[in-house]
C-alpha cells in the first residue's frame, strides 16, 4: 500500500468562514488502501470526487458508487461508515463543522444525519463545482476557488448563532446535567434547546455532549503515552467503564481495538489494504 499525499487548509483565524469551515483537503494515492474505516468526526462534509471511483457503503441507504466528477454530501455521522477506493484516487473535500454549517448547505443538517446525499438537483452546484476542480492543478488553487464559492454561498440563517454557542457551553460543560445546565445559562427550556439543535445539527443536545466527548477521546488516544484511563478522565467522562461503553457504541469497536488498527495519516481514519 503506497502512501496516501494529504493537503489540508484552514481558513486563517478572522476570516468569514473561518467559523463555519474546519478544512479544506485532498487526498491523492495512485494504489490505494482497498478498505477505509471513518469513525465519527463532528462534521459535514461536501466532497468532490476527481479520480477513480469510490464505492462506499452507507449507513441508512443502498451502497454507493462515486464515479470521476460526481459530488455529494457526507452529513453528520454517529456510527462509523466504509469507502472502498477502486484505483488512482483524487478526493477533494470540504470539512464543515456540525454545528455552524446551516448557512452553506442545500439542505438542513437534520436532513442528513447519518446520510451520504448523491444526486442533488443542479440548483445545488456541486456537479458544477467538481467539473471546475478537476480543471485545477494546484491545491492552493483549489482552495481559493473553494473558498469563493463558499463565500458566496453564505447565508444567514435564524437560530444559527443561538446554536452556535450553545453546543461552545455544551462541549465546555462539566456539570452533571450538561444540557439542562446549559439550556438555564441561556434562558431557554431544555425542550426548546433541543428542537434547535435537531434542526440546525441534526442531533439533540445530549447525544451532541456524547459525539463530542467520544471526538475529544479520539484525538487525545493519539498521543500513545497516555493511558485509557487518561484518556477517559481528560475527555470528560466519569470512569474508564463508562468512555469504553461510550467508544464502542460510536466506533463499534473497543479503543483497546482502535489502537491496535489505527495509525493512519488523520484521526479516526481506519486503513485496510
Known sequence: MQPVQIDVYQPPAGHPLAGSVLSIFRCRAQTPYRHETILPKGN???????????HGVGLQAEPYIATQGSAWIGGLKTRPYSVH???????VGISLRADACAGLLPLSPGEILNLEVHGLSPGAGLATISEQLYDIDSFGDQCA?????????????????LVRHACSLLRRSRADDAVRATAKAMAVSPRHLRRLMDQHVGVGPAEYVRL?????????MASPQRTLAEVALSAGYYDQAHFCRDFRSFAGITPQEYRAQAGGPVVGHILKE
Open 145 to 161: 476557488f473553494l473558498m469563493r464559492w463558499l463565500m458566496g454561498r453564505l447565508r444567514p440563517v435564524r437560530g444559527a448563532d
Open 85 to 91: 477506493p477502486q484505483a488512482a484516487m483524487d478526493l
Open 212 to 220: 463530542s466527548r467520544f471526538i475529544d477521546s479520539l484525538h487525545r
Open 44 to 54: 459535514v462534509d461536501l466532497l468532490f470526487n476527481l479520480g477513480e471511483p469510490v
